[in-house]
């Protein structure tokens, strides 16, 4: 299970903390990850990091945007400065985890961010 927190209304130029945490019963996580859906698009894979601290962006939030993650706490965060009206969506966390030697994949309920210009 992954529980989402930290969204909400920003102005543009401000900041927020999203941060997902993981529960239940698994061996391992692999990669963690932050995905957005905007109204009328479709979902998009804003950052992923492994479990070794690799990291990678999507352009448009490439500078402003920060993912880390809690290996002890089975939690992946996303720093968010300088937002933009465009970073308008509901934010959506993903986890691939290991569980009795599989890797199955388990998605967050979403949280919504908004910017207003």
């Known amino acids: 299970q992954l529980v989402e927190s930290g969204g909400g209304l920003v102005q543009a130029g401000g900041s927020l903390r999203l941060s997902c945490a993981a529960s239940g019963s698994f061996s391992s996580i692999n990669v963690m990850a932050w995905y957005r859906q905007a109204p009328g698009k479709q979902r998009e894979l804003v950052a992923p990091?492994?479990?070794?601290?690799?990291?990678n962006y999507l352009d448009s939030v490439k500078g402003r945007f920060t993912i880390s993650r809690d290996n002890a706490k089975n939690t992946v965060y996303l720093q968010m400065n300088s937002l933009k009206p465009e970073d308008t969506a509901v934010y959506y966390c993903k986890m691939d985890y290991v569980l009795f030697g599989k890797t199955l994949s388990a998605w967050g309920q979403g949280t919504q961010v908004t910017v207003s210009s």
């Open positions: 990091i492994t479990y070794g601290g690799s990291t």
